[in-house]
């Protein structure tokens, strides 16, 4: 991602309203972030701890959307694949997220969910879990490869919000 200002980040938010925009907590150590390493920025709020926020770059532009986590969480003893960065983790690392609709489908309370790092840092995963059957191939074509593939899936996630 091109790096983004606090301000660009706040104003990039689809499904949330400028009141929350304005007033949530931005990831810890946001001046000195490695914007170009990663493929969306993902953090869940310290203040509010179901709520979590996504910004990826979508026709270049920042588009944010916030997420709220499922209030149950799963055993430790299942494991769970995240369905962005397709890391297999275990059930208490992967949560539930729903995402509001834009426009009148979020108004009627309509939303997407989707499996996600409970963290929110798939970007941080697809470089440092490498699954075991990728792991004889060349480790910078197979991290390029997983990079691709979550940004494409982030951007899915996103056009299922405003759709
Ligand atoms: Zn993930």
């Not at 309203?17 to 972030?33: I, R």
């Not at 209030?71 to 690392?93: I, N, P, W």
């Not at 997220?97 to 969910?113: C, E, H, Y």
Request: with cysteine; charged share 25%; glycine share 8%.
């Amino acid at each position: 991602m091109h790096a983004l200002t606090e301000q660009q980040v706040r104003r990039s938010f689809l499904n949330c309203s400028q009141g929350e925009a304005k007033g949530l907590a931005l990831p810890t150590g946001f001046a000195d972030l490695d914007w170009a390493a990663l493929e969306l920025l993902g953090w869940r709020d310290p203040r509010a701890p179901l709520r979590g926020y996504v910004v990826v770059e979508a026709d270049d532009r920042p588009v944010g959307i916030a997420v709220r986590a499922a209030e149950s969480r799963m055993s430790a003893r299942t494991t769970v694949m995240c369905l962005l960065c397709r890391t297999t983790r275990s059930g208490d690392a992967v949560s539930l997220f729903t995402a509001r609709r834009t426009g009148a489908a979020g108004r009627n309370g309509n939303t997407v969910g989707t499996y996600m790092c409970a963290d929110l840092g798939c970007a941080e995963r697809v470089r440092t879990e490498i699954p075991p059957w990728l792991q004889d191939r060349d480790p910078a074509e197979v991290v390029t490869g997983r990079a691709a593939e979550l940004r494409e899936r982030v951007r899915g996630f996103v056009d299922a919000v405003r759709r």
